[in-house]
């Protein structure tokens, strides 16, 4: 029984860390507020460091590693509020790998020289779907069987949207699906589909936990050196008990998040559950180190010209984006409230 | 990571499941702060001795197993799931044993160990005052040295002793230094509740039962034998009794499943609204990341990792959970809610109601939420001293 993450994907995420603490300060996150697209040099950089291949099969250059090193690593880019479509690399990969593993696109992926879009069932918007060189879609139509298409965004019409985080470049993707762009169909499809959705939720979650941490750490250092009334604001107890009970969300919502990993890396029974709880989870954290940091920070918090805003409106998109909280908790509920008896302490 | 149990544990498991499910009380015991309730846990608590399940995770020497951190969670998942009586005899077996463990001689631990495991000899935790709550170290109550006899004469007054009513001993914190200030000059005695000069008062509860005693010292006499550790060094020793409180000893995640698991069941059972249905599924969900934090935990222990003020973070999450889930299992009873033990139409004997109550004491007790997030804030955080 170990609930940690191991030697190697701490060490990977801490070369990450010390990579994007250089080449992904918020003078970075703002410079790609004003780009037409976030993807810049850094995505070759982070493709050397093996990040935009990390799950890509190593037979197609990518590190061949799963879940909990994905983890890892995007709790880091979440820190930095890297916004460059890592998780969309990473869900287009294992569906990739599964449907069409030779058309060149894994090793386009890994090597950094492509950059791929999703936009699977459920969502509305796929991000940087004008950048990507692909936009892998899902269908589930009620009524028919399921279809995943790879396509090219040439051939999509693209009508851009507007997020709060202006780093994110949204897209409403219209296209027609073609037996030419087709590469799954059927239960195959589904089940790879619903897979695809738990490893972005998941992945969502983690890099969610870095920007609570993040901005938890921003409001200490805040809280330490603001002064009001002569005294630092952090001695205050009403400050203090507000990043207090940030740290509590934080800690709880991270065990959760790694145990999510862990069943979708190896394919429990458990592991919808366990990615809904902890989208859930690492949503809270968030949104509630954003009110608390917003709080504190006061009316500098309040403005653009401080960074806070970059990762306070990373953590809203994010909270809503693959899937939001309350459609995680239905899918909870339906799990522990369904047919079968409540769950019982684990045999394992 | 590694979230499977060995074979070994898994083998545990088994055999703890099976001797729980062929001993556990059909009927459960009488509130344990009654006097005849008393009893009957002391009397449980011996048959989980004389069975070596009382304290698992002590030397066998001590009528534990040996069993590694692991193992108990393990245990006390299925001790709770199966049922089994609150044991009467928590704060010494998991609250001070570990100090003694740590700080004791072999002649106290050999002397308090065993009748502490087999319900024998009942502790109480003696730290409250009247003028010392969450200002601990404001301790009052005072030791002099008798040195004719060979120990300290105590005087003062203890207040909020969980089952201080009918225990049998106290461990406490006393002022042996009668110019020393807050924690400086405090000494950690053990103090046998038989002895003259002892007054005891209960106290009820919110539940009406005598589950606190006040305690009166007037001159008791205690032998150098039993004080623990070095005199003056009862504030550091203190320190790591609370700790167990705050962390994991008290509240392992098996005590959380279980109702989070009756609590999904009463609402299959009674069903309820869309908000209702999420309050129960956060309840489970809450138990579940109390155990993953739990399991993480053991994994920072096992590495050679210590906590320190993490407990405290630990502390607010299950206090605010546990009345969170009782308040929920409440709102699902409705009209119900209200019914207490005795009424002809109380749902499952009030024990949502009886639970409620008590969940309504983890905020307060083991140190005030209001005081870890102090603690949080200045010893996790590093932010600068509340002013
Ligand atoms: C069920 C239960 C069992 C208990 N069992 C025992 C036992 O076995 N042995 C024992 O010794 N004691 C026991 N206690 C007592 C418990 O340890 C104290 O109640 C606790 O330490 C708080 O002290 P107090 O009640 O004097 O409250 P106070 O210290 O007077 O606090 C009152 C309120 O003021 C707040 N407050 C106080 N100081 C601060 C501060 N610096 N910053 C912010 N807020 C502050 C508190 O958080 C609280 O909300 C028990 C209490 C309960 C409820």
């Given at each position: ?9 701490h060490l990977f995420g801490e070369t990450v860390r010390d990579f ?329 | ?140 109550s005072r030791a002099v040295r008798d040195d004719a006899h060979g ?146 935990t053991v994994t920072k222990l096992l590495d050679g990792g210590r ?81």
């Amino acid at each position: 029984m170990r609930l940690a993450y191991g030697e190697e994907q701490h060490l990977f995420g801490e070369t990450v860390r010390d990579f994007l603490a250089a080449h992904c300060t918020a003078e970075h996150v703002r410079a790609a507020w004003a780009a037409d697209t976030a993807v810049s040099a850094r995505w070759a950089e982070l493709a050397k460091l093996g990040v935009t291949g990390l799950v890509v099969p190593d037979d197609h250059d990518g590190l061949g590693l799963g879940e909990e090193e994905l983890s890892a690593v995007l709790e880091q880019a979440g820190y930095a509020a890297l916004p460059d479509p890592l998780v969309e690399a990473a869900v287009a990969s294992g569906i990739l790998a599964e449907f069409a593993p030779d058309a060149g696109w894994l090793a386009r992926i890994a090597r950094g020289e492509s950059v791929a879009s999703v936009l699977l069932p459920g969502q509305a918007f796929a991000v940087e779907a004008r950048a990507a060189d692909l936009v892998v879609v899902g269908i589930a139509p009620a009524d028919a069987p399921a279809e995943i298409h790879v396509v090219d965004p040439a051939d999509c019409t693209l009508t851009a949207q507007v997020s709060v985080d202006r780093a994110r470049k949204l897209f409403r993707v219209g296209f027609d699906p073609v037996p030419e762009t087709l590469v799954a169909s059927g239960p195959a499809a589904a089940t790879a589909l619903a897979r695809a959705a738990d490893r972005g939720a998941l992945g969502t979650a983690a890099f969610l936990l870095g920007l609570t941490r993040r901005m938890l750490d921003m409001t200490v250092a805040y809280a330490k050196q603001r002064v009001q009334r002569g005294v630092v604001i952090g001695t205050h107890q009403s400050v203090q008990h507000h990043l207090a009970n940030v740290l509590v969300k934080l800690e709880f919502a991270r065990p959760v998040v790694m145990r999510a990993a862990y069943s979708l890396a190896r394919g429990l029974p458990s592991a919808p559950r366990d990615v809904s709880m902890a989208k859930i989870y690492a949503g809270e954290a968030a949104d509630l180190a954003a009110r608390n940091a917003l709080q504190v920070h006061g009316a500098i918090g309040y403005t653009e010209e401080h960074d806070l805003h970059l990762f306070m409106k990373r953590a809203w998109a994010l909270t809503a984006a693959w899937g939001d909280a309350s459609r995680h908790r239905a899918r909870v509920a339906a799990d522990l409230l369904g047919d079968a008896p409540a769950p019982m302490t684990p045999e394992l | 990571m590694d979230l499977e149990f060995t074979a070994e544990e898994r083998q545990f498991r088994q055999e703890a499941r099976a001797w729980l499910t062929a001993n556990v009380p059909a009927e459960p015991l009488p509130s344990m702060d009654t006097e005849d309730g008393f009893r009957r846990h002391q009397a449980w608590e011996k048959r989980l001795f004389d069975a070596r399940w009382a304290v698992v995770s002590w030397p066998e020497e001590y009528g534990g197993r040996d069993a590694g951190l692991t193992e108990w969670l393990i245990f006390e998942e299925e001790y709770h799931r199966a049922g089994a009586p609150g044991r009467v005899g928590q704060n010494g077996i998991f609250l001070f044993a570990p100090t003694l463990f740590a700080f004791g001689d072999t002649a106290q631990r050999d002397r308090y160990l065993p009748a502490m495991a087999s319900g024998e000899e009942i502790w109480v935790q003696g730290w409250s005052e009247p003028e010392a709550g969450s200002d601990l170290a404001n301790v009052r109550s005072r030791a002099v040295r008798d040195d004719a006899h060979g120990g300290w004469r105590l005087t003062g007054q203890k207040i909020w002793s969980s089952r201080g009513t009918y225990g049998h001993r106290l461990f406490g914190l006393f002022r042996t230094d009668p110019d020393s200030r807050r924690h400086h000059g405090l000494t950690y005695f053990m103090v046998d509740l038989a002895s003259p000069g002892v007054t005891v008062r209960p106290i009820a509860q919110l539940d009406g039962e005598p589950g606190f005693a006040e305690i009166f010292l007037d001159d008791v006499f205690v032998p150098d034998a039993d004080v623990l550790g070095a005199p003056g060094e009862g504030w550091t020793i203190m320190i790591a009794t609370t700790g167990s409180e705050r962390g994991l000893n008290l509240r392992s995640p098996g005590r959380f499943l279980e109702p989070a698991r009756r609590l999904l069941d009463l609402y299959r059972r009674r069903g309820g609204d869309e908000s209702l249905r999420d309050a129960v599924v956060r309840a489970w969900m809450d138990a579940e990341a109390y155990r993953l934090f739990t399991f993480g935990t053991v994994t920072k222990l096992l590495d050679g990792g210590r906590i320190g003020a993490d407990s405290s973070v630990n502390k607010v999450f299950w206090s605010q959970m546990d009345v969170e889930s009782h308040a929920t299992a409440l709102r699902l009873l409705g009209e119900y809610g209200e019914l207490d033990a005795g009424s002809p139409e109380a749902v499952d004997d009030a024990r949502w109601l009886d639970g409620f109550l008590f969940a309504l004491g983890g905020p307060i007790y083991a140190g005030t939420n209001e005081i870890q997030r102090n603690t949080i804030a200045e010893r996790v955080l590093g932010l600068p001293r509340a002013r």
